[in-house]
Every structure is written in C-alpha cells, then in structure tokens.
C-alpha cells in the first residue's frame, strides 16, 4: 500500500564477481515510476550483465505482445556505447560510465 510520501525499494546482490542493485520508485502499491539497475562487473562478464539489464527490463513487456525483442536488441547494441529509447511513453537508457559498470534507467512519463 502506498503512503503520502511514496514508496522506495532497494535490492542488492553479488554473484560471479558481479555487484547488482536495483533500486524502485512507486507513488502507490500499483504504479512503478522508476527503476534503476546498476551492475558493477569486476569479472567484465557482458554476458552476465547484458541478461541482468535484459531481466530487470523485461518488467515493461508483462503485459504486451510486442517490443521486448526489440528492446533487448537495443541493449546488445548500446551495451557498451550507451544511449536512450523510449517505448510507448517509457524512457530507457543505458549508462556505461566505466568499463566495469552499467546502469539501466526506466522511467515512467
């Protein structure tokens, strides 16, 4: 159930050398605003972090038909140049600040 402030959830895991953290925005119990992903990579395992960003980013296809391909195509391709899409009135980017560590950001318009 949502409050008058909003609700924040944080989750963090590591695994395989792999440092994962999402982090959730919601005004209410039944609308996400903004989810962030960061994975930090020591190993540099793209393999594993690609399908990390690919999982937290499938949430926008639950209940569509269409687009989730699409949308992992694009990270494969931004991976590791970075970059923003939207679909529908989502926005998507992707941050590569170093080489070690990437970041997904999701947010609602």
């Known amino acids: 159930m949502g409050s008058e402030y909003g609700n924040f959830w944080i ?6 050398g792999i440092d994962y953290k999402v982090e959730v925005e919601s005004d ?7 989810i962030r992903a960061t994975a930090m990579n020591i190993n540099r395992n793209e393999a594993e972090v690609k399908q990390f960003l690919k999982y937290v980013g499938s949430v926008l296809f639950l209940y569509r038909d269409s687009g989730e391909s699409q ?17 529908g009135q989502v926005e998507i980017e992707i941050k590569s ?9 999701i ?3």
């Open 28 to 34: 209410n119990a039944s609308n996400v605003q903004s």
């Open 11 to 16: 989750s963090t895991n590591s695994n395989g």
């Open 97 to 105: 600040p170093s080489r070690t560590v990437r970041i997904l950001n």
């Open 107 to 109: 947010k609602a318009n």
């Open 71 to 87: 949308f992992n195509r694009w990270v494969d391709s931004s991976f590791n140049s970075g970059g923003k899409t939207t679909v």
